[in-house]
C-alpha cells in the first residue's frame, strides 16, 4: 500500500497505473471524495508537491500542507513524532525528506500509505512512472528504445528509481558523465543481475542513434564540495551543436528544476519535452493515489 521504491511496483503494476493516468488525463473526478492527503516536504519542491496537490484535488480530495519552517520541527519535534501524528489527520500522505530510508522510515510508521516523493540521493518513484509515462506517450514503448541518462548520475534520485526500471522495461542504456559522477556499481551490478539489457558507460558527449535523453542536473546539495560541482555543472551543457546529428524523433526529458545543463534555447525546438514532462505529473500523480487508495479498500 505504499510507493517508497521503484522495486515496490513490477511491470505488470506499472503499466496499469501508466494505462489509468492515460484515463485521468485533463479529467476531474469525484472518486476520493471525503479523504484527505498530507503533503509533508522537508526538502524543497516545485513539482512534486504541487502537481500531487493538483491531483488530490482533481480526484475530489482535500490537502493538508506542512511548511517545514513554520512548523514544531522547529521547536525540535522529531521526524517520528510528525509521522505519528500526521496519519491520524489525512488518508494518504506523500512527502519528501533529505535523508536516504527516511521514506521507508515513515511508512513503517504510519498506518496510512506513504508515497516518497523523494529520500536523500536514493529514490523518487513518481517521477519515474512520469518519466515512463512520457516516453511511452511520445515512442508507443520503451522496450528497445536507446535511451541515453546523463548528468550528475551519482547523486541523482531520479536517475536511480528510472535506470532501474528502463532496465526492468528492456531498453538500451547509455550513461553520460563527466567522471566522478558515475552511477554507483551498486546500481549497475543490480540491474545487470535482474534483467538482460544492453549497457553503455561513457563520458563523450555524443546522440547520435539515441531515441530518448534524460538530463539530470548536478545535485549541488549532495556535494561535500559545493564549488567542485560549480566547476562541474559549467564545463557540461547541452547546446544546439550537440544536436546535430540526432534521429529526427529524438526527444529531451529532464525532470527539472533545470539550472544550466541545458541551453535555453532547446526549449524551443521539437526535440524538448520537459515541461509536457512535468505536465503529465497531475493524471500520473492522480493514478498512483487512486492505485494506493484502492488497494487499501480491497
Ligand atoms: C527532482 C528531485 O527532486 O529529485 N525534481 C523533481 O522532483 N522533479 C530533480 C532534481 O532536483 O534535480
Redo the contacts with the bound molecule.
Keep these: 500500500m505504499n510507493l517508497i521504491s521503484i522495486r515496490d511496483v513490477d511491470k505488470n503494476e506499472i503499466e496499469s497505473i501508466l494505462d489509468l493516468a492515460e484515463k485521468m488525463e485533463n479529467k476531474s473526478t469525484k472518486d476520493l471524495e471525503g479523504k484527505i492527503i498530507a503533503t509533508l516536504f522537508f526538502e524543497p ?1 516545485t ?2 508537491k504541487l502537481s500531487f496537490q493538483s491531483a488530490a484535488e482533481r480526484l475530489g480530495m482535500k490537502v493538508i500542507d506542512f511548511i517545514a519552517e513554520t512548523t514544531s520541527l522547529k521547536k525540535g519535534e522529531s521526524f517520528i513524532d510528525t509521522i505519528k501524528v500526521v496519519e491520524g489527520y489525512a488518508d494518504i500522505i506523500a512527502m519528501r525528506h533529505p535523508k536516504e530510508g527516511s521514506a521507508r522510515l515513515a511508512s513503517q510508521l504510519s498506518k496510512i500509505p506513504v508515497v516518497n516523493g ?1 529520500d536523500g540521493a536514493n529514490q ?1 518513484p513518481t ?1 519515474t512512472l512520469i518519466d515512463l509515462y512520457t516516453i511511452r506517450k511520445y515512442k508507443g514503448k520503451i522496450n528497445g528504445l536507446n535511451v541515453g541518462l546523463i548528468g550528475d548520475l551519482k547523486h ?3 536517475v536511480h528509481s528510472l535506470v532501474y526500471a528502463l532496465a526492468m522495461f528492456g531498453a538500451n542504456i547509455k550513461l553520460i558523465c563527466p567522471k566522478g559522477l558515475e552511477l554507483d556499481s551498486a546500481h549497475l551490478e543490480e540491474i545487470q543481475g535482474k534483467f538482460n539489457i544492453t549497457l553503455e558507460h561513457t563520458s563523450e558527449v555524443d546522440f547520435k542513434g539515441l531515441d530518448v535523453l534524460y538530463a ?2 548536478i ?1 549541488k546539495e549532495r556535494f561535500a564540495d559545493p564549488y567542485e560541482a560549480n566547476s562541474i555543472a559549467a564545463k557540461y551543457q547541452i547546446t544546439m551543436n550537440n544536436l546535430e546529428g540526432v534521429k529526427d524523433d529524438f526527444i529531451i526529458l529532464h ?3 533545470k539550472i544550466n545543463e541545458i541551453d535555453p534555447e532547446i526549449d524551443d525546438t521539437k526535440y524538448a519535452k520537459y515541461f509536457e514532462q512535468a505536465h503529465f505529473g497531475v493524471p500520473v500523480r492522480m493514478a498512483v493515489i487512486s492505485h494506493l487508495m484502492k488497494r487499501i479498500e480491497t
Excluded: E, F, N, Y
Design positions: 519542491s513539482r512534486t523523494g523518487h517521477q541523482a534520485r531520479t539530470v542536473r545535485q525532470p527539472l528544476p
